[in-house]
């Protein structure tokens, strides 16, 4: 139902910026938000950042990273700054839709990899 096309990830230094962006497509009736989560080695996963109803952001990014969206083209763009080594991490695109079946449903990208070297 739905698909994702991600990019932005590489290979930064400290302090370092990157933008992140997710394009999503599909049939379903409508899109309820969409999202960053980011998972780093040897840890849980973790809600970066997320829009729809509300625009919310871990503590840990809060003045580094910021959340835009492009609703007319169901598009997400997360632009990261001062990136620190605790940044690094597989991010994946989530998005929440209502199918065509009136169902909720979740969706996630195939993630792409920001790795920040000290």
């Known amino acids: 139902q739905v698909q994702f096309v991600e990019s932005g990830g590489g290979l930064v230094q400290v302090g370092g910026s990157l933008r992140l962006s997710c394009a999503a497509s599909?049939?379903?009736?409508?899109?309820?938000?969409m999202g960053w989560y980011r998972q780093a080695p040897g840890k849980q996963r973790e809600l970066v950042a997320s829009?729809?109803?509300?625009?919310n952001y871990a503590e840990s990014v809060k003045g580094r990273f910021t959340i835009v969206g492009d609703n007319a083209k169901n598009t997400v763009y997360l632009q990261m700054s001062n990136l620190k080594p605790e940044d690094t991490g597989v991010y994946y695109c989530?998005?929440?839709?209502?199918?065509?079946?009136?169902?909720?449903?979740?969706?996630w990208g195939q993630g792409t990899q920001v790795t920040v070297s000290s």
């Open positions: 599909g049939r379903f009736r409508s899109m309820l938000g």
């Open positions: 989530y998005a929440h839709v209502r199918d065509s079946d009136n169902l909720g449903l979740s969706y």
């Open positions: 829009s729809g109803a509300s625009i």
